[in-house]
């Protein structure tokens, strides 16, 4: 089951690769590779059973996609979702966490305790702020968190830091 995940993994992985190393062979001039690195943000799914929510605390945003097996036709859509379109998590201080192995025990999977597939979105806080059992897009994802009050209160911030 874990050579599946991870050819899957890697499959999904690969895709934004590949796009990257087509622009890396169109690129002509040093300017146009440092482009190319800056076009091409990423964001590196962890296993659960590597890492603890408290390793985020007031760092990042944990999004934790749960399911029974990684052949779970939601949790490959959830992935390929979220891999899709970075750059908006991680303007987000998004962090993604994966787990799709019930048996390995995760102190993460302890906690939250999910049936079959789940999204958990968690604040920097480190309290769970939306659960749903079906696969959510970047766009939702994004809007949800931009109502968070810390996400509002960082907008502020920034937007001061601008006006200066």
């Not at 899957?8 to 190393?21: D, K, T």
């Not at 931009?146 to 907008?155: A, G, I, M, Q």
Request: net charge negative; glycine share 4%.
């Amino acid at each position: 089951m874990k050579q599946v995940f991870i050819i899957v993994l890697a499959g999904l992985l690969a895709m934004p690769v590949v796009a990257q190393e087509t622009a890396v062979e169109t690129a002509e001039t040093t300017e146009d590779l440092a482009e190319v690195a800056v076009e091409a943000p990423q964001i590196t799914p962890l296993a659960a059973a590597e890492v603890s929510l408290a390793d985020f605390l007031w760092l990042k945003r944990p999004i934790v996609i749960f399911a029974d097996t990684p052949a779970d036709p939601r949790f490959q859509q959830q992935l390929g979702f979220l891999l899709e379109r970075p750059e908006e998590l991680l303007e987000r201080d998004v962090v993604l966490i994966i787990d799709s192995d019930p048996t390995a025990g995760s102190e993460i999977r302890k906690k939250l305790r999910p049936r079959g597939f789940m999204l958990t979105l968690i604040g920097k806080d480190g309290g769970v702020k939306l659960r749903k059992p079906f696969p959510w897009d970047v766009r939702e994802i994004t809007h949800a968190i931009d109502k968070w009050p810390l996400r509002k209160e960082e907008l502020r911030a920034a937007k001061a830091l601008a006006l200066e």
